[in-house]
C-alpha cells in the first residue's frame, strides 16, 4: 500500500521482485541501480544475515508523471529466493504496491518457477491480497542460456490463464531490466489514479 508524504510531495510505492533462488531478481535490481543517477536514486541497502540477503534502494523516477501533483518515489525490494526463508518473504510482501515476478529460464528450473508462484499467491493471501488486486509482470530471465524453455512452457506453469504482461529478459547485461520495470510502475500509478 503506496503512503504520502504530503511535506515532500511524494508518493511512495513499494515494488518487490519475487521468484525462485537464482533466478536474477538481485542482477535486475544491481542493474537498475547502476544506470540510475546518483541524485534520483537512495543507496542500495543489504539486509543479510548469515544464510541469506534482501536488498533494497529506492529511486525518483522523472518520466513516469505524476499523481494528482505528486511526484512517485518507487522503492524496490528483492526477496530472498529460497523458500525456506518464508518469513522474510512474507514480510517484504506487506505493503507491496506492484511486483515483478522473475521467472528462470534454465531447463531444470521449471519446477522451481511454479513453486515460487504458489508461495507468492499463498503470502499475498495470508496479507489478505487476492493476487488479481496487485499488479504483477512476468519477466522471464536468462533467455541467452543455451538450452533456454520456450517462454509459452514457463508462462503454461506460473501464469496458464496468461493474465500476466510478459517480458523477455537477460537481466545480466539489462536486457528487458527496465521495459519490466516500467510495465509494473505503469500498472501501479495506473491503479493509483483510479483510487484517488
Do not use: W
Request: proline share 4%.
Amino acid at each position: 500500500m503506496s503512503t504520502i508524504n504530503f511535506a515532500a510531495r511524494e508518493i511512495n510505492c513499494k515494488i518487490v521482485y519475487y521468484g525462485p533462488g537464482m533466478s536474477g531478481k538481485t542482477t535486475n535490481l544491481k542493474h537498475v541501480f547502476s544506470k540510475v543517477p546518483g541524485h534520483l536514486r537512495g543507496e542500495m541497502v543489504s539486509l543479510a544475515t548469515e544464510d541469506e540477503r534482501t536488498l533494497f534502494f529506492d529511486f525518483l523516477p522523472l518520466d513516469l508523471g505524476t499523481v494528482q501533483g505528486f511526484k512517485t518515489r518507487f522503492h524496490l525490494y528483492t526477496v530472498p529466493g529460497q523458500v525456506f526463508y518464508n518469513a522474510s518473504r512474507k514480510l517484504i510482501l506487506r505493503g507491496v504496491d506492484g511486483i515483478v515476478f522473475v521467472a528462470d529460464s534454465s531447463p531444470n528450473r521449471l519446477r522451481a518457477n511454479a513453486e515460487s508462484m504458489r508461495n507468492l499467491r499463498e503470502n499475498l493471501a495470508e496479507h489478505g491480497i487476492d493476487v488479481r488486486d496487485v499488479p504483477i509482470v512476468l519477466q522471464i530471465n536468462k533467455r541467452d542460456i543455451e538450452g533456454a524453455l520456450p517462454t509459452e512452457m514457463i508462462r503454461a506453469v506460473v501464469d496458464p490463464k496468461k493474465e500476466l504482461i510478459l517480458f523477455e529478459a537477460t537481466a545480466h547485461n539489462g536486457g528487458g531490466v527496465f521495459e519490466t520495470l516500467k510495465s509494473v510502475s505503469k500498472l501501479v500509478l495506473d491503479r493509483l489514479s483510479q483510487n484517488k
